[in-house]
Structures are given as structure tokens and as C-alpha cells.
């Protein structure tokens, strides 16, 4: 039975980690900067878990508060195997010199400010406890030439999270018993997938939705399989990828040449 610590863990991609490890009768300890939230979460989590569930307060922008979570995590359960990443916030539709002030400020300081501290904290306990598994969770269009239009700045922080976990990796690599790797969910659709997407009008929306019908995925089919991956991977350096770039023309070219069609978003209303 392992012991998991999950930031941003409340809703979307977080709360799905939460529950897969749960099933499978693994401790979690879940953080919101919301306390109704994590509450709430922390409340339903445990009626379906077949291991123990904590929550905690914790602002990720605020070392103090990540070192309490994990304070919290050793205290209910006596150390922590896994700590992943995943607090952070996406924007866009924005050119980058466009992007409002508080929304580049939002970004950085969740994504990195809160990677970085969430991995320092981690990274320090385990050297302290002699063992310990981190991931940072990279969000799409973080890598290649492709550029995703009017996500500049979002995609920076996850370059950025994605070389600070290179670094990681290099400086923990005489260290056999830390393991330190990245996940990529690929593109899920979650509840911030569709608050950004309500920004748009119709047209923009239906103009839109051909190719986020091939790329996106339902955070129920993606994450129980990068659950197990992370259980079962002990090598450091992992990229764990749901939509790879092999898999991305796969679809493409199903889509195009085979002509076969998913309709994700038929379940919701914009």
C-alpha cells in the first residue's frame, strides 16, 4: 500500500489520480486552496476508496504550505511513496502580449512557482526518508514545433516545469531509490477545459471542435491506464504519455483517410 500526495486535487485530472489510486487501495492525501472544496472532496473520496483519504488546505505558491501538506501526508500516514505535481492553470485564447496582467501572473505562479515548490519539498523528504517517487504533470502542446494558437504562455511554464525536471532528474540520478519522471494526460476534457471554451461564441466553438474531437479524451479513459503506469514504472527519467505524437497522427490519419469520427461532446451542453 503506498502513500500518495496529489496538489490541485480537488477537481479535473487531480481528483481523477485521486480516485484511481484509491480503488486500488492506495493512501492519498488531496490540497485545494479552497477549503469548501476539499472538503467536499475529501468527503466523497472516501464513501468510494478502498484505502484512507486526507485533505488539506494548501496554497501551492507558498512553500510554508506545501512543506504542511506534506507535514500532514507523514502524519496520517507515516511517509509519502508518490508526490505528484498536478496544481496548475491554463489560459488562452490570448495572443501573448495580449494576455491580461493577472493571467500571466496566475500562470507562472501556479505552474511553476507551484511546481517548484511542490518539488522541492518532495524532493527534500525523500533524500530525508531515503525514497520516494516525484512526478510533475506537463501539460499539452509543451514541446516540438507545433504551436498551439493563444497558448504561449501557458505552454512556456510547461517547457519550463519540463527542463526543472531534467534538472531534477540529473541531480537525483546517484540517488537509485528516487525516482523523478513527468506525466503527460494529453489533452483531458475537464471542468477548466470547458470554462475556457465558453469564452468562445458558436462559431468559434463549432469551428473548433473537428480538432479537439481527435485530440481530447475523456479523463475517465486516460487516467486509470497512467495510474498504473506510474505504480508499476521504476526507472527515473520516465515520461509517462497518454497522446504521444505517434498516436496523435494515428488519429489523424484515421480522420482523414478512414473517415471515422468521434464525437466526444454530444454528453455536454456549452
Not at 74 to 89: E, L, S
Not at 97 to 120: A, C, I, K, W, Y
Not at 216 to 231: F, H, Q, R
Request: charged share 25%.
Amino acid at each position: 500500500m503506498a502513500v500518495l500526495v496529489i496538489t490541485g486535487s480537488t477537481k479535473g485530472i487531480g481528483r481523477a489520480f485521486a480516485e484511481e489510486f484509491l480503488k486500488r487501495g492506495h493512501n492519498v492525501a488531496i490540497c485545494s486552496r479552497n477549503a469548501e472544496d476539499v472538503a467536499k472532496a475529501t468527503e466523497q473520496l472516501d464513501e468510494i476508496s478502498h484505502g484512507a483519504v486526507i485533505g488539506q488546505v494548501c496554497d501551492t505558491t507558498d512553500k510554508a504550505q506545501v512543506q504542511a501538506l506534506w507535514d500532514a501526508a507523514t502524519k496520517a500516514f507515516g511517509r509519502v511513496d508518490y508526490w505528484i505535481n498536478n496544481a496548475g492553470t491554463a489560459i488562452g485564447r490570448h495572443l501573448v502580449h495580449e494576455l491580461p496582467e493577472d493571467s500571466v501572473r496566475l500562470m507562472l505562479n501556479s505552474n511553476m512557482l507551484g511546481t517548484t515548490f511542490g518539488s522541492q519539498v518532495a524532493i527534500a523528504g525523500f533524500r530525508k526518508q531515503g525514497n520516494g517517487s516525484l512526478y510533475n504533470v506537463l501539460g499539452g502542446s509543451f514541446q516540438g514545433k507545433q504551436l498551439t494558437p493563444g497558448m504561449g504562455v501557458y505552454s512556456s511554464t510547461k517547457s519550463a516545469i519540463n527542463r526543472l525536471t531534467t534538472y531534477i532528474e540529473s541531480e537525483n540520478k546517484d540517488m537509485p531509490e528516487i525516482i523523478v519522471g513527468s506525466i503527460s494526460p494529453g489533452v483531458l476534457i475537464t471542468e477548466n477545459f470547458f470554462a475556457e471554451q465558453k469564452h468562445l461564441d458558436q462559431a468559434e466553438w463549432e469551428a473548433n471542435k473537428p480538432i479537439l474531437n481527435i485530440l481530447c479524451d475523456y479523463v475517465e479513459t486516460a487516467v486509470p491506464w497512467l495510474t498504473d503506469e506510474v505504480l508499476k514504472n521504476k526507472k527515473t527519467g520516465k515520461r509517462i504519455a497518454w497522446l504521444t505524437g505517434g498516436e496523435i497522427a494515428k488519429r489523424f490519419m484515421k480522420a482523414k483517410l478512414l473517415g471515422q469520427k468521434r464525437d466526444l461532446f454530444s454528453r455536454y451542453e456549452l
